[in-house]
């Protein structure tokens, strides 16, 4: 049994209830003195709010541990603004002394799963008055410091296995598996090169994805047209964006326009690279009479497969690899994918349109994994986004693609339309189930109840 909360802590709490209720403290009187501004809390709420977003966090959340953060360590009327690049802290100690600002830029984001979860735990115990800022210094740096629970080579190696298992999902072999498995690795590394040499992150993708469709151009010339298409489905697919996907309508559907829409942005120049690589190599392929048709293209599956259901779980798994997700998430992740991929195909069978199967299946996923990261009073993203891998519609995106080169245009767009439609439905789908959770849990130390988000009052439109 937890101990009693009183004193200072109780004091903390109160102010954090406020905070919370009111969206800020009550303004003290005009002739009260300015109190301290301690800099040391300014420089941890920033530098946790700046890990917090680097690591893959959502805006809504990196806010409301920055806000967390200001009331435990009492920063008077402390103002935080979180943008997809920069951070802001503002704190005006009153009494006519001016206020003291800080901002901090992110100039490099890198998904670590992992940290997150550390990062939240660092925020609740600071809320409950378990650590003084000192403390909280010293576990932030050694947060920093900290290495991913897997080894590096893993990491990179998580890129073909997603693939491989890509593969197979829609209907590839051994064989199809191992080629779509080097065909990702060699894309990766060319892109990792090119990375070291300061070369744009939309010319690697575009690089990444033309050695994955060079696969597939290499197996058509060889005789084996069929397995072409598993092949190119599963390079996109280990380059599909789920994780900004996610966030970026999480942002939207909770009020951050800006940063909505600057991850949206960035969604659709990865799809863009991504197009862009396999058009030359597809367009390169026809010239010389390597012409890549849509009649071998995978269709969706109507019965319950064993090997299916197991490629499913094995994308999820080397999803959550690949972002460095924690140990104890990687049974709950291949759960995940396994079963979003049985209700999508459940959903197919009693005549769903796949953009429908698609989103009753994320909010189904959203809620389960919602409802099992409070559980374990974690943050959800680690459970989510390799939860939806199986249904990022690569297949979708090859078909339009071969149809924008093979001299219909028009059903090449409608396909396009189709393939974001189901991404976006699987955005929405997985936020929703989160809200649901949310609407019916209560208000805890972690800013995350159902009367914790005061922009969700009502406004009607305006």
């Known amino acids: 049994m937890a101990p009693p909360v009183t004193g200072r802590a109780a004091e903390r709490l109160r102010r954090a209830w406020h905070t919370l209720m009111d969206g800020s403290l009550p303004e003290p009187p005009e002739d009260e003195p ?3 501004v301690e800099a040391r809390t300014i420089d941890l709420v920033l530098r946790v709010g700046e890990l917090l977003l680097a690591s893959g966090e959502s805006t809504e959340r990196v806010n409301e541990a920055m806000l967390g953060l200001a009331v435990a360590y009492e920063l008077p009327r402390c103002e935080v603004q979180v943008t997809l690049t920069s951070l802001l802290v503002s704190a005006h100690p009153g009494g006519g002394a001016l206020p003291v600002t800080a901002a901090r830029a992110i100039r490099r984001r890198t998904p670590a799963y992992w940290r997150l979860t550390a990062l939240h735990q660092l925020v609740q115990d600071a809320s409950i008055g378990m650590l003084e800022i000192e403390e909280a ?3 932030l740096a050694e947060i920093k410091r900290g290495r991913a629970p897997y080894p590096p080579w893993l990491l990179v190696v998580s890129f073909g296995l997603i693939s491989a298992s890509a593969a197979v999902l829609v209907g590839g072999g051994p064989l199809v598996a191992v080629t779509a498995f080097v065909a990702t690795m060699l894309g990766d590394r060319a892109a990792a090169a090119l990375a070291r040499r300061g070369m744009a992150e939309f010319f690697q993708l575009g690089v990444a994805s033309s050695i994955g469709a ?5 197996v058509v010339a060889w005789g084996q047209p069929q397995d072409a298409p598993s092949i190119v489905t599963g390079a996109i697919l280990a380059q599909l964006p789920g994780r ?3 966030a970026s309508i999480q942002d939207g559907i909770t ?6 829409g600057a991850r949206l942005l960035e969604v659709f120049f990865i799809i863009t690279a991504i197009v862009a690589g396999l058009g030359i190599v597809v367009s390169t392929g026809s010239r010389f009479g390597i012409d890549v048709g849509v009649e071998h293209l995978p269709s969706a599956p109507a019965l319950f497969q064993p090997v299916q259901i197991c490629a499913a779980a094995a994308i999820s ?4 690899v690949s972002l460095a997700a924690p140990r104890n998430v990687l049974v709950a992740s291949a759960f995940g994918g396994a079963l979003i991929w049985m209700i999508y195909v459940a959903l197919l069978n009693r005549d769903f349109v796949p953009v429908m199967a698609a989103a009753v299946a994320a909010v189904l996923i959203g809620l389960l994994a919602s409802m099992l990261a409070r559980r374990r009073n ?4 680690p459970y989510i986004v390799p939860a939806i891998g199986p249904l990022l519609p690569g297949t979708a995106l090859y078909r339009g693609l071969v149809e924008l080169n093979s001299g219909d245009p028009q059903a090449g767009v409608l396909s396009l339309i189709g393939a974001l439609s189901v991404a976006l439905a699987l955005g929405a789908g997985v936020n929703l189930g989160g809200e649901l959770v949310r609407a019916f849990q209560r208000v805890g130390f972690g800013a995350s109840g159902r009367w914790a988000r005061p922009a969700a009052r009502r406004t009607r439109g305006y």
Do not use: K, N, Q, T
């Open 378 to 381: 974690a943050p959800v993203l």
């Open 34 to 36: 300015g109190e301290i």
């Open 214 to 218: 060079s696969a597939a151009i290499l």
């Open 317 to 320: 798994l080397a999803f959550a």
């Open 244 to 246: 900004p996907l996610v």
């Open 255 to 260: 009020g951050d326009l800006v940063s909505c």
């Open 137 to 139: 210094h010293a576990r």
